[in-house]
């Protein structure tokens, strides 16, 4: 079975450099999420979307933007890069229409995306 | 708010023993409750769910987990533990009645060490 994409698996950057990380969601999955780890940490909400539009916000920078496009994949713009933004990030993406209440629905999670900023 | 508290930071168990991780939660309405499981350097997986059906959940390779609203608990069990289980196991939160996209609120995770 198709399962979430993310790319790149792995990323290297500088301080004040910026990143895009990408994600495709399972197909027909129209609701994304994006998740925050740092090292030994439990993930940390960032942000979501449901059909196209930001449906939730968490600890997420102002450095940081986010948007799902209309194939519903999304990326993650993380500028001005600093030391702390190194973590793994994890977009999810779940079924929002099926006609449960959105917290019912089980949030299929990417393998990640590991960021190390030098 | 909602919020989980995974009460054990460590874990460990000899194969073939049975395993308990206990999680409470805390949320302003009725809850839905998740098991993750991550392996060393991979992604999350969902061991289970609660939803407000049974209160009994069976998830996979065994697991399984009992809702206790009285006592606001959500503890993972299974029978006998196997090498294959050792991982980090987080409990989740999701507040049910939040809106759209309900975000999914994490415990701090419960490292299982299983030992010959």
């Known amino acids: 079975a198709a399962g979430v994409i993310q790319s790149p698996r792995h990323l290297i950057k500088e301080k004040r450099e910026t990143a895009t990380l990408k994600c495709y969601p399972i197909?027909?999955?129209?609701?994304v999420y994006w998740y925050q780890q740092g090292p030994g940490q439990d993930p940390q909400f960032l942000i979501s979307f449901y059909e196209k539009m930001q449906s939730d916000k968490g600890s997420i920078p102002d450095r940081f933007s986010a948007q799902q496009f209309s194939d519903y994949h999304s990326e993650l713009n993380m500028s001005s890069l600093e030391l702390g933004d190194s973590a793994l990030y994890f977009c999810?993406?779940?079924?929002?229409?099926?006609?449960?209440?959105?917290?019912?629905?089980?949030?299929?999670f990417g393998p990640g995306t590991r960021l190390t900023v030098l | 708010a909602q919020s989980v508290t995974q009460l054990d930071s460590h874990v460990s168990v000899s194969e073939g023993t049975p395993v308990l991780l206990r999680c409470n939660y805390s949320?302003?309405?009725?809850?839905?409750l998740f098991w993750y499981v991550q392996h060393p350097n991979k992604g999350l997986q969902l061991l289970l769910k609660?939803?407000?059906?049974?209160?009994l959940v069976k998830g996979i390779n065994g697991f399984e987990a009992e809702f206790k609203k009285s006592e606001t608990s959500f503890h993972l069990t299974k029978p006998s533990a196997h090498m294959s289980d050792a991982a980090e196991y987080f409990c989740?939160?999701?507040?049910?009645?939040?809106?759209?996209?309900?975000?999914?609120?994490f415990g701090t995770g419960t490292r299982l060490q299983v030992t010959l």
């Open positions: 609660y939803t407000s059906a049974a209160t």
């Open positions: 949320s302003s309405y009725s809850p839905s």
């Open positions: 989740v939160v999701s507040d049910r009645f939040s809106g759209t996209a309900s975000k999914l609120t």
């Open positions: 197909p027909r999955h129209d609701t």
């Open positions: 999810a993406s779940s079924p929002g229409t099926s006609g449960l209440p959105f917290s019912y629905n089980e949030q299929f």
